[in-house]
């Protein structure tokens, strides 16, 4: 039962209910954030209530929570009966968390004088109803953000005692990031009317053009809208690497397909499937194949077989049976259909035509209901059978949960390797974390390899990069100086070269960079601060 319930509330929001296609998780790690009560007397700041758990969410998903996502809490007030905007109380909120089955709940306030901005949040375990000593942090107006973000550390602190990742971490992985951006986003998020999201969420995006997730809501939004060449567009935007891909690529994924660009679409489907094949985005990727004429049946195959239950996989897999001759097995398939929607009027249409005249079966009429919106699909069959149904939905959570099952599936093969062989996957991983800019899970794959051998020179030379880009000058120099110490490497001795820069150590920057040009001759980034430093009248030996 556990996940299910999850999986319940983000599916039935979106009109579908996949019940069997996400693993099990493990326990303790499903977080409902609340909106914080407004406790000033301005309610032109509302949009911070909302704001809050979505900055709370995103910080706490990369520190190894799954928070559960602003959709699925609203589709659990409509399932209670309860509007979008209901402040519960304790009971009810339990009750709500019950409905999401949510391990944990953050409940808070805030308030301001115009000059401060001060947070406040309690954490309510739900199995033992036991509410946790209230957190406060507080700092300027323009510095909103860096007290959410100090929040959502102290929060991360209570949650897993363990918890190794610094405070500046999480200040830094939200650094850059306009507080008028992120207020224009959650407006978006918010707004009730279409043209006055899609203008809020534009001002977002212009303000921050790095701000994906506004880049995200911007192409959602015009989806809904069915401005189907911007949401492609706007999508399309969003880089590859960036952890809102997956989701930006199914969507456009749909925009290409409404749009009857069949080739891009399958593309982008087959982007999102290499990293994770949920069964809605094989099944995507097998109807795009068939509209291009293409033998869909092996994508059919593979998403009927992680989710059996699901009537439009096995309808999509009667076509394609159909179309190679296999009448029997298409049979067998609508039938399993009609056994788990005996509403379906189109599927029950189509078993009469492979009943009456298996060997030539014809187009029954499509029905009003059909789960095709013919309006979007320009597709039209030769071979008179209906069209492949596509998924419109990405489930967000049962792809999260998917990722948490292989992350400690990973985590549990490489716990079995020597130390030495397990800190330098890990390292090797923060490494790529931080080259994405994803700071805060470098530094966990960073002190996960110091635990494993704490001798992992490139692991310091990690720790080292991300307090650099915190702002932590005394440490990052401590981590890289650990370093060197340990084994000489051009990581560790580029960050002391720009600390010392910084510090206008101008000859100990040279020799610093100096080593570091010993080591990788060709390092374009030890070249281009060789040049620097000499810009500024200090020879590098």
């Known amino acids: 039962m556990r996940a299910f319930l999850l999986v319940v509330a983000v599916s039935a929001s979106c009109g579908m209910m996949a019940q069997n296609s996400v693993p099990e998780r493990s326990p303790g790690r499903l977080i409902l954030a609340l909106p914080f009560d407004n406790h000033t007397d301005q309610p032109n700041l509302d949009w911070i209530s909302e704001a809050i758990p979505e900055v709370l969410n995103r910080r706490l998903a990369s520190a190894g929570f799954l928070p559960i996502s602003r959709d699925d809490r609203l589709y659990a007030l409509d399932h209670l009966g309860l509007p979008s905007t209901f402040q519960p109380s304790r009971a009810s909120a339990i009750r709500l968390a019950q409905t999401l089955d949510a391990d944990y709940i953050i409940v808070g306030s805030f308030s301001t004088n115009g000059a401060r901005f001060q947070a406040r949040a309690q954490v309510l375990n739900v199995e033992s109803l036991h509410m946790s000593a209230p957190l406060q942090e507080e700092a300027d107006m323009p510095h909103l953000l860096d007290v959410l973000n100090s929040l959502a550390w102290g929060l991360a602190k209570q949650l897993d005692p363990q918890f190794a990742v610094a405070r500046n971490t999480f200040v830094a992985a939200g650094a850059g990031l306009r507080v008028d951006a992120f207020e224009n986003y959650t407006r978006g998020l918010v707004e009730p009317d279409p ?210 099952e292989m992350e400690q599936m990973d985590e549990a093969r490489l716990a079995t390797l020597p130390p030495q062989k397990h800190a330098a996957a890990l390292t090797e991983a923060g490494m790529r974390f931080f080259d994405q800019g994803l700071i805060l899970e470098a530094e966990r794959e960073f002190q996960a390899a110091l635990v494993a051998d704490g001798g992992n020179a490139d692991a310091h030379a990690g720790l080292a990069l991300v307090r650099e880009r915190g702002g932590d000058i005394q440490e990052a120099h401590a981590q890289a100086d650990e370093s060197v110490k340990m084994k000489p490497n051009a990581t560790a001795y580029l960050v002391l070269a720009r600390l ?42």
């Open 500 to 541: 010392d820069l910084q510090a206008n150590q101008k000859p100990a920057a040279a020799a610093d960079v100096s080593s570091a040009l010993q080591l990788e001759p060709q390092n374009a980034a030890a070249h281009a601060l060789r040049q620097q430093i000499e810009s500024k009248g200090q020879p590098v030996p």
């Open 195 to 404: 043209d006055e999201q899609v203008r809020h969420l534009k001002e977002a995006v212009r303000l921050d053009p790095t701000f994906s997730p506004a880049l995200l809501a911007l192409g959602k939004a015009y989806f809904a809208n069915q401005q189907f060449e911007l949401a492609a567009a706007t999508l399309g935007r969003m880089p590859r690497n960036d952890p809102n891909a997956r989701e930006a690529d199914f969507d456009r994924g749909l925009a290409y397909f409404y749009l009857g660009s069949y080739v891009k679409a399958e593309d982008a489907f087959a982007f999102v499937s290499q990293q994770l094949p949920l069964p809605e985005v094989v099944n995507n990727q097998g109807v795009t194949a068939s509209r291009r004429g293409l033998d869909a049946t092996s994508f059919f195959q593979q998403a009927v077989g992680a989710d059996p239950n699901d009537p439009d996989y096995q309808f999509n897999l009667a076509v394609a049976l159909t179309r190679k001759k296999d009448i029997a097995g298409a049979q067998r398939a609508i039938a399993q259909t009609l056994k788990l929607r005996p509403s379906d009027t189109e599927a029950e249409a189509f078993q009469a035509t492979l009943r009456i005249e298996p060997q030539h079966p014809s187009t029954p009429a499509a029905p009003a209901s059909s789960r095709v919106n013919a309006a979007f699909d320009p597709a039209a069959k030769a071979d008179n059978l209906p069209l492949e149904r596509i998924k419109r939905t990405f489930n967000e959570a049962s792809f999260r949960q998917a990722a948490l």
